[in-house]
């Protein structure tokens, strides 16, 4: 078919049911039982992977205003449209490990209670699905930095992945208390 005989709304749809017949998450696929999805990411020399529900949003890294009086973890605040959200090194919080800010530096930025917290990790890879083999083979987490928030690994796409909780990570009382 050639593309100057259509209007350009005519052209437009033909490309958008060319790429829905070549889209390769079909939403069969997607919304299949058994299937978990999560966004993964990088702190320090680890990867990990959260359940897609609980992270919020991904932001690229924003000025920072230091907040006096706190541990070395948690960054300062930053203003994310118009609400200040506290902002944690998570490989500083977990190993220690200051988080180098490079273009592929983020904030994945989870619900805590009455508000949001940002946690700074070295870089997101975005979406991963796990299915049932998956989480029938994972391995249990023996870091014990780690194994409070991520009780297993899994292997996705040649990778391994801590599941890691977000939930029980703003929980943690040595979280939520930041104060030096």
Known sequence: MNDSALSPFEILARYERLSLAHASGTPEKLEAPGLWRGIGFRA?????????????????????TPVPGTLPWLLGVANVRGNLVPVV????????????????????????????????VDEVFGQRTVDAEQHRDAEREDDPRLSRFAEERVAVDEQRFALFSMNKLVRAPDFRQAAA
Do not use: K, Y
Request: proline share 2%; net charge neutral; charged share 25%.
């Open 44 to 64: 320090g020399s680890r990867t990990f992977v959260s359940a897609i529900d609980e992270i919020n949003e991904l932001l690229a890294v924003p000025v920072l």
């Open 89 to 120: 090194d998570l490989g500083r919080f977990l190993f220690g490990e200051r988080t180098a800010t490079t273009e592929r530096t983020r904030l994945l930025v989870v619900r805590q209670g009455g508000g949001s917290v940002a946690l700074m």
